[in-house]
């Protein structure tokens, strides 16, 4: 137990977060022989998104054989794909096979996260004591603090409202007036599960997306004993979901103009569930498809077309008492609102805490767009690494293969501070980030998120997709394979025992190591 004036628990690592980026990380650590971590999870349970968002419906949209560890295979998927619940059921069967209890601090909010520059070393204030780590991983991700926009009136408004990753399970929906805002991921999944039950349900639609069919089965028993008995199967199996996704990359990144096949199958689905020209209509999107977020259902347009649900082909832009009034005028009367309005994905709360080198916040750091090196570490930040951080989100595939491959840099990042020796921390040179974005950014420009013609949450306030990775995820693992000591600086405690500082003010032996192990 070390700190000054509090004692604070001292571990080498501190990770924040205990969803699949969390988690992966633990048992990372774990394989690579440091056992000196804790998981700070604010939840009551590991689980991450998959913990918060219960929403009726709530599954994955991509298979189950991709959206898992390759160090931990799942032969027991009950469908192709799977629901909320089996898996959050993954993650704690993760949780329980790799040991990781002893290290999860369960209901431990993350508060403040302060670099100090004399100890070289992070000092974490929590909801439930102080910590100080050698090295902190923001693992908490960017679907993690759900968005709820500005609506006036919204205050004055009598019934109920939430967020669909924050479900009120205690409130019935039967028999209800129910309007649901937003039309992306979440809502398509909510508005079938719901509409048998309520009375009306009024769908507010920005901007309609483009929604492809499901291809969803049951898990045969005979799979299942294929997989548990002959595991090369399940592996094979992945390959395969994995390979047909790195050659569909290339029509987002590099020929958008091949995705009009896509978007004529897309059409079709819609035409064969939907008759009225007119809700047609509404519900063909305007822009190229793959520039917002393509969506899977067999249920949500069915469910559009059943005579209890409205759609407004516009936003919600005030609310009067319990009249809410969309952006063309249209006024109607509700007992709820549901928000499906997404989460902070380029303004992710958590910057908001951490202070860096000479106090400077990682929000201020990032007020002009999100920026890393290689999606892992950000300048004057030493030791601290994301997980999902800047530019590693993708467009068509899993963001476990994502997961592994910032894993893989993140142990090699520990590898190279144990064999620098002694007291010692990498902070990315601002050099290495500029190059590494600039890189990003040309190569964003011929993607469908940038050619698309949509305004997407993939885009920050400056209209700069700081969100997604234009690239393959093998091309990605390739680049983080191993950390390049080139692009960082080596902090050394100078001989008055305080840190050379990030930015400025380095020792000249702080520099001097910088040039010999860059060399080596």
Known sequence: MTGRGNEREHVRVAVIGSGFGGLGAAVRLRRAGVTDFVV???????GGTWHDNTYPGCACDVPSHLYSFSFAPNPEWPR?????????????????????????????????????????????????GSYTAETVVSAGGPLSDPKVPDIPGLDGFTGKVFHSAQWDHDYDLRGKRVAMIGTGASSIQIVPSIQPEVERLTVFQRTPAWVMPRVDRRISRAEHWLHDRVPLTGSLRRQILWGVRELQVSAFTKRPGMLGLVENLASSHMRRAIKDKELRRKLTPDYRIGCKRIL????????????????????????????????????????????GTGFHVTDMPIAQRVKGAGGRLLADVWKDGMESLRGSTVSGFPNFLT???????????????????????LVDHLRHQDSLGGRVALDARPSAVREWNDFVQKRMERTVWTTGGCD????????????VWPGTTGEFRRLTREVRLEEYEVLRPTADGSGDTPGGGRSRRGNRNDKQEASA
């Open 40 to 46: 700070l999870e604010r939840r009551d349970a590991v």
């Open 80 to 128: 192709s794909f799977s629901g909320q619940a089996h898996i959050r059921a993954y993650l704690e069967r993760v949780a329980d096979t790799f040991g990781l209890r002893p290290h999860l601090r369960l209901g431990t909010d993350v508060e403040q996260i302060t670099w100090d520059e004399q100890e070289l070393r992070w000092t974490i204030e929590t909801s439930r």
């Open 296 to 339: 899977l259902s067999n249920a949500y347009y069915p469910a559009l077309a059943r005579e209890n649900v409205d759609l407004v082909a516009s936003g919600l832009r005030e609310v009067r008492g319990n009249t809410l009034v969309g952006a063309d005028g249209t006024e109607v009367e509700v007992d709820a609102i549901i928000f």
């Open 387 to 409: 997980v999902i951080g800047p530019n590693t989100g993708l467009g068509n595939s899993s963001m476990i293969l994502m997961i592994e491959s910032q894993l893989n840099y």
């Open 456 to 467: 997407s949450w993939y885009l920050d306030a400056n209209g700069r997709n700081t969100t």
